[in-house]
């Protein structure tokens, strides 16, 4: 990446312990549930090899067909309910940060490379609104318990 790479940053605030949202970020029969900007996209495949060193894969879609993308990289460190770093396929990098707020909240912090396709802002709305998407199937499945 270049040196004058830009980072993005993003947040939210979970309403579930940890436990619950370490599990919905690292299965990948929760990922295909929430990973979506918008309702018309959807992830269709979601394979995840969580070791240091091993890949992760997501096919993400238009729900129409009209277009669709793979998002993968390989993970970089993870600290076990703390942080996870990766380096996407075209050399960009990611960290995802939880911590625990109390006994039910968990927030996320995730930064990221931003790419020189696609303005800034559309990046960090795009990356926030799957955070939120995630954010609100993460506190579904906690109140399903």
């Known amino acids: 990446m270049a040196e004058n790479k830009i980072v993005i940053t993003i947040q939210t605030t979970v309403k579930a312990p940890i436990d619950i949202v ?7 029969a929760d990922i295909i549930k929430w990973n979506s900007a918008s309702d018309d996209w959807h992830t269709t495949k979601a394979v995840n090899d969580f070791h240091v060193g091993r890949k992760f ?10 277009m669709g993308f793979d998002f993968g990289g390989i993970y970089d460190s993870i600290t076990d309910h703390k ?12 960290t995802i940060t939880f911590s625990v ?22 990046q960090q709305n795009g990356w926030q609104a799957i955070l939120n998407s995630f954010r609100k199937y993460a506190e579904h499945q906690f109140s399903e318990q």
């Open 22 to 28: 370490w599990k919905c970020w690292i299965t990948p």
């Open 57 to 66: 894969s997501y096919r993400m879609e238009a729900k129409d067909g009209s």
């Open 83 to 94: 942080q996870i770093s990766y380096t996407l396929e075209d050399g960009r990098t990611a």
């Open 101 to 122: 707020i109390g006994d039910e909240e968990t927030e996320v912090i995730e930064s990221f490379d931003a790419e020189n396709f696609n303005p800034i802002e559309m």
